[in-house]
């Protein structure tokens, strides 16, 4: 059972990395303020991975009482197969949001011109969703073939 310090000292670290840019975020500073939260964020960061190098040095697990490694081991090519289906999910959801960033102002812009347009219009912006959902099959078809 993780006791409090190990539940609490990780989101501690997270809010300690977010806290410098949310004023970046808001627009209320300039730019040598920003570039110097932009280091201590990065300096941040870089604590927290020593952190977490720190508590796996000390044992600090967080199984439960009677799970053991050996029931989550996996071999290395299922690994690799489980992050090429991530990779390929999120990128081709970037280039999905992408393509529709482009294509639906775009689309919004023809339709305020002439409503006949709508159609047309509509088929560049679902192009770009497509390339998510394909993004999506091949993730599913390189999961299940690791399984």
Do not use: W
Not at 39 to 48: K, S, T
Not at 101 to 122: D, L, R, W
């Amino acid at each position: 059972m993780l006791n409090v310090f190990e539940l609490l000292l990780p989101l501690l670290i997270l809010v300690l990395i977010s806290l410098p840019l949310v004023n970046v975020f808001r627009g209320k500073v300039d730019a040598k303020s920003a570039k110097t939260r932009m280091i201590m964020h990065i300096c941040l960061f870089f604590a927290l991975l020593l952190g977490v190098i720190v508590f796996q040095i000390n044992g600090a697990t967080a199984y439960a009482a009677g799970e053991t490694v050996d029931q989550l081991a996996g071999s290395n090519a299922q690994g690799m197969g489980f992050l090429a289906a991530a990779l390929a999910t999120g990128l081709s959801a970037v280039g999905g949001g992408i393509a529709v960033a482009a294509g639906a102002p775009a689309a919004i812009g023809a339709v305020s011109e002439n409503e006949k347009n709508f159609g047309k219009a509509m088929i560049f912006v679902v192009l770009g969703e497509g390339i998510a959902i394909y993004g999506l099959i091949i993730s599913i078809l390189i999961i299940m073939l690791k399984l």
